[in-house]
DNA sequence: ACGGTTACTGTAACCGTTTACATTAAAACC
DNA sequence: GGTTTTAATGTAAACGGTTACAGTAACCGT
């Protein structure tokens, strides 16, 4: 076989230096001591030759990739930018790199998902395209993981980090009810089978229920959490000849809001006055939205950041077993009707 | 040595079916022929034996990484997630995976960059943190490379995606002195260096001198394109006991616009009355900014798009020379004091 | 002075693939 | 029918590291 390779090996490093490959590794991953002398020789070397590792040769012998992975949905959101730099502020600090893939319940065609044990020493999950089967197999197989957004069925035991969602919506819709006076909430929700869709949507029914307002199938929508498609299914849904009556949307998170917003305007709604629109997530440009959205603040990027850290917990064999639900609180502002 | 591996590889597959490693491989890639017997066989024991090709094997055997890297700055804007969507889109449909690493000039502390040949097959840089210098000696070794929101320097042939922004800006910046009556327009630059930075600027000076303003030192203020650093920059020079005079404000991308408006808000000013506003990108949210921002649409998902089917194109040994310039439009909304 | 650590280094097997080269049998060509 | 292609497969050498094992020399405690 004739293979030439243009880059610098260890080899060459060794050979340069006068020792073994076995030194040079150790050097290089310091996990076994070298003289001071050919520490230094080792370093001007590898300067000189401009010696990088490969990535793969290491991954290989050592059955560590030193990467990360996390699967998302999509990336339609600009909720995903707070959750990926937390993510990557802690995979950088720990030297890994991370691999962002997306993979939902409807892209699989029997496709396996692109990442996992084959390339990635860890996952991070937020997406539906893998099923809770998927996950009993690789959590078997004792591959780290850590769930975002969606807490670990009962027979397995996988950290996960979720937000509070039920007690803080039921607050929130309650709000609309008591405080300004709202009837005919209707709720933008996210996907089918989505924990924090559901969670909200168990919320939103016990603040209807606790006021004696009657759910109404025809006041939810599927917005799936997307800008886009929020926009689209209201505006559908006003354009539509048969007029549903509603006062308020409670929109299942932010972005959403914004196609919601669009499309109430479009519409002509004045917001307060005509309908009261309240999201969740607290995106960093809640506040100026027009008008400013009443919302939940989620600390989307401190999921990131702790999941992301318990995920090299698990890489150091830390055992977690509990599951992290971080606390929400609501930030009143106008599209409420609050703050005139 | 005492390896273990629990995982199955592709002797296993080889010894169930009956034939050799080489068989299974060139049936894995499809690379040559295989009988359609013993491809119906090997499908099977694969999918028995839940056989996934080890990635790190095949890289280091085959030389590639089917991987390939973004470096950003860093990842504090919603402008990164219509980037990373056109990315991530065009990589998922070529089956590899992507890196996502942040690098700036501050952050290398004698660090190399985390992504590279020793762990990707190409990279898209968007990142002060390669100096030309690095990008030379990349390129010298025909690493794959594009360059966003950057043009290649001279002496190198890097294709490079961009947008317009000279012409563009100018045409912004004189709508709000000629239409609007402007003359003290504060500058809202990004990082120094930063091409877009420097051609907006440039635009904008071209404006100021077209119609007979001074350019003034004291209304540049460098915001890094980032909404928190842009609020916090702000708002100094407003709390500033030295009050300078100024009527408008161009913010040399969206991001940093949001945190420009929340600063205006504080500190009392009318938007567009006080203080004309106009920013550069055209953010899905721009539309619902309180007041709607009058902003430049730049094609960012394009970018990220187009940047990535030309880095694969590189990849597959196309030649590219010509450097992709996306031409931009304005959008007129109400913060430059249209649409009253 | 001597057994026991400890610091440092080298040799070579191994990680799980790809692929150059060799081989055989069947198909195609003249 | 003999020669040349072509299809299908196998053998084994890389790819570039890590690390178990072995060995040597200096150091330590008694």
């Known amino acids: 076989m004739t293979r030439r390779s243009s880059s610098v090996t ?26 001071a002398e050919v520490a230094d020789r080792l370093h001007q070397v590898m300067s000189d030759l401009r010696y990088v590792p490969h990535a793969a040769a290491r991954h290989l012998a050592s059955r560590k990739t030193r990467v990360v992975g996390i699967l998302l949905r999509n990336l339609h959101n600009d909720f995903f930018v707070p959750l990926l730099n937390g993510v990557e502020a802690v995979v950088r600090t720990k030297e890994y790199n991370l ?23 860890g996952l991070l999950i937020f997406s539906d395209g893998l099923t809770d089967e998927d996950l009993a197999n690789l959590s078997a197989s004792g591959f780290p ?79 799936e959490f997307e800008r886009d498609t929020a926009y689209q299914v209201l505006n559908d849904f006003l354009s539509n000849g048969k007029q549903v009556a509603f006062d308020a949307i409670f929109t299942g998170d932010d972005d959403a809001a914004v196609g919601v917003l669009k499309a109430l305007h479009k519409h002509g709604y004045r917001i307060p006055e005509d309908v009261a629109v309240v999201g969740f997530d607290d995106l ?41 639900v971080l606390p929400t609180e609501i930030v009143f502002r106008r599209s409420c009707g609050c703050h005139t």
């Open 10 to 35: 260890i080899r060459d490093v060794a050979r340069q230096a006068g020792v073994s490959v076995a030194t040079v590794s150790r050097y290089i991953n310091r996990n076994a001591p070298v003289s």
């Open 99 to 121: 691999i962002v893939a997306t993979y939902h319940a409807n892209s699989r065609n029997g496709l396996p998902p692109p990442i996992g044990p084959h390339n990635t020493d």
């Open 145 to 223: 993981m850590v769930l975002l957004y969606r807490t670990c069925p009962p027979s397995l035991n996988i950290p996960s980090i979720t937000v509070e969602n039920v007690e803080i919506t039921r607050k929130l819709v309650e709000h609309l009810i008591q405080v300004h006076g709202k009837r005919r909430i209707l709720y933008m929700r996210g996907p089918i089978g989505q924990e924090d869709s559901d969670r909200r949507e168990a919320g939103y029914r016990a603040a209807l229920e606790a006021n004696g307002i009657p759910f109404d199938e025809e006041l939810i929508l599927n917005g």
């Open 284 to 324: 960093a440009v809640a506040p100026f939205l027009n008008p400013a959205l009443t919302t939940v603040r989620a600390p989307t990027e401190s999921v990131g950041r702790i999941a992301a850290e318990r995920l090299f917990a698990l890489l150091e064999n830390q055992a977690l077993s509990e599951a992290v």
